[in-house]
């Protein structure tokens, strides 16, 4: 997707050790996968891996979206992450579409740039609205208005 972000599904998460690959770490989003919202190395893909465990459409609980999103932003300096779910559609780009967001993005060219790495993303609308509350509302510029000009007294 970016240089070193990326999406995938299940089968990603195959018998390849990711660090050959560049990658620092692996968000894993798969439903009923143990150690939910756990962390740490992992032997077969030779690197560290926060696991969020949630069953596809339902919203996460916003301090492990929080605690997924740190993982990212820990590890993104140190090389590429993955971040994979079953089908690599719903759950992996809600994670991604917020990290850029985090990141400054605004949430239309986050999801843009998502959906033009992987056209069939189709992120689940409860869930992105949970990921997009982990990160709270951007505030949004106080507007200036003009100040009528002061006029001066009348004589």
Request: proline share 8%.
């Amino acid at each position: 997707m970016l240089d070193r972000l990326w999406l995938g599904a299940a089968s990603d998460l195959g018998s390849t050790p990711l660090k050959s690959l560049g990658f620092s770490g692996v968000v894993d989003l798969r439903d009923r996968v143990s150690g939910a919202a756990s962390r740490g190395p992992n032997e077969d893909l030779g690197v560290e891996v926060h696991r969020l465990n949630n069953r596809d459409g339902d919203p996460w609980p916003v301090a492990e979206v929080q605690m997924t999103l740190e993982f990212i932003h820990s590890r993104i300096a140190s090389g590429r992450i993955l971040i994979a779910c079953g089908a690599g559609m719903s759950r992996s780009a809600c994670i991604a579409i917020g990290y850029l967001t985090r990141c400054g993005w605004d949430e239309t060219s986050a999801h843009a740039a998502v959906k033009k790495a992987r056209p069939q993303i189709t992120p689940s609308a409860a869930m992105l609205s949970s990921v997009l509350e982990a990160i709270g509302e951007p505030k949004k510029p106080t507007p200036i208005r003009s100040v009528p000009p002061l006029r001066p007294e009348a004589a």
